[in-house]
C-alpha cells in the first residue's frame, strides 16, 4: 500500500474505484452515449459511492464532514436520478397508452358494428391525430411540424378506423425519431396534399433505420414483425401498427407505403448505425 493510502487508512481497492467514478461522474455525457442510459448509470455510481464511503476509516486525517459532504451529494445525485427514471416510466406509460387502446380497436374490429362512412375533411383527421399524440411526443421531446396542403379536400371513411391508422403511423414516427444536432429537438414532418383523385399525408422523421430487405420484402407489414433495429434503445411496440394501417387505408381504396434511406447521401443502404430519413405515405381517394 502506497504511503498516502496508508496515512488515510484505506484500502487501495477503494481509492481505485472512487478516482474511477470521480472521472466518470466529470465525463459521463460521453463515457455514456445514449442519454436514456445516462440516469440509471449515475444512480449506480452514486449508490456505488455512497457503500464506498461507508466502509472508508474515518480518524483525524480524513474528517468525518469530508465523508458526510461526498454522502449528501451522491444522495443527491441519487434522488435526481431515481426523478428522472420515474418521469422515463410515465414516458413509456404513455407510450404504452396508446398501444393498448389501437391493439384493442384493432382486435375488436370484426366484433364490433360496422360504423357507418361520414364525408370529412381530409386534413381534420390528421388534425385529430395529432392531437390525440401530442402528450407523447411531448413526453418523447418530438416537435410537430405540419404543413396541409390539401384545403377543402374531403374523404368517405370510418373515421374511427381512419383516425386510428394515422396516429398508428405518427405514433411509429415519434417514437424512432433521433434528435438530429446536439440540443436541438428531433421532430416528424406531417404534410398533406392532393393529387388527381387522391389525397394523401407524408410523415417523415429523422431517426431509427428500416432496412432495405425489410422494405423490399414487406416484412414490415406482416402481422407482429417488429424489424431488428425497432427496439433501439429498449423502444416497446406490439408490430400491428402498420399493418393495421395498411389494412385500414385499402379497406377504404387507398394504401400505406414505407421509404426509408440513409441521411447522409454520403452512406450506403448498408449502414444500421446512421441516421434514416423514413417517410410513410397513407392516401386514400377523394370524395368527390
Request: glycine residues 4%; contains cysteine.
Amino acid at each position: 500500500m502506497e504511503p498516502e493510502l496508508e496515512k488515510y487508512a484505506v484500502p487501495q481497492k477503494s481509492w481505485d474505484e472512487l478516482r474511477w467514478m470521480l472521472r466518470f461522474l466529470r465525463d459521463y455525457k460521453h463515457q455514456v452515449e445514449l442519454e436514456e442510459f445516462r440516469a440509471p448509470s449515475l444512480r449506480d455510481s452514486s449508490r456505488k459511492t455512497i457503500e464506498l464511503c461507508d466502509t472508508l476509516q474515518q480518524g483525524d486525517t480524513l474528517p468525518p464532514e469530508v465523508v458526510s459532504q461526498v454522502v449528501h451529494s451522491a444522495r443527491e445525485v441519487e434522488r435526481t436520478t431515481c426523478l428522472c427514471a420515474l418521469r422515463q416510466a410515465e414516458a413509456e406509460a404513455i407510450a404504452m397508452d396508446h398501444q393498448v387502446r389501437a391493439f384493442r380497436d384493432y382486435v375488436m374490429e370484426g366484433a364490433r358494428p360496422k360504423e357507418p362512412r361520414a364525408v370529412v375533411p381530409f386534413w381534420d383527421l390528421v388534425s385529430q391525430a395529432m392531437d390525440n399524440l401530442r402528450e407523447f411526443a411531448h413526453s418523447k421531446g418530438v416537435d410537430f411540424r405540419p404543413r396541409n396542403e390539401a384545403w377543402g379536400v374531403r374523404v368517405e371513411v370510418s373515421e374511427r378506423d381512419v383516425l386510428r391508422a394515422l396516429a398508428n403511423i405518427l405514433h411509429n414516427a415519434v417514437k424512432y425519431s433521433w434528435s438530429r444536432e446536439r440540443g436541438q429537438l428531433p421532430w416528424v414532418t406531417i404534410r398533406a396534399y392532393a393529387q388527381e383523385t387522391r389525397v394523401a399525408v407524408e410523415l417523415e422523421n429523422w431517426g431509427v433505420p428500416i432496412p432495405k430487405d425489410e422494405l423490399e420484402m414487406d416484412l414490415i407489414f406482416q402481422i407482429g414483425y417488429r424489424g431488428r433495429l425497432s427496439s433501439d434503445r429498449g423502444r416497446l411496440g406490439t408490430g400491428i401498427g402498420l399493418t393495421d394501417a395498411r389494412n385500414t387505408a385499402r379497406a377504404h381504396g387507398g394504401d400505406v407505403t414505407v421509404r426509408s434511406r440513409p441521411a447522409r447521401r454520403d452512406e450506403s443502404f448498408d449502414t444500421t448505425t446512421a441516421p434514416y430519413i423514413t417517410t410513410v405515405t397513407l392516401w386514400l381517394p377523394v370524395h368527390p
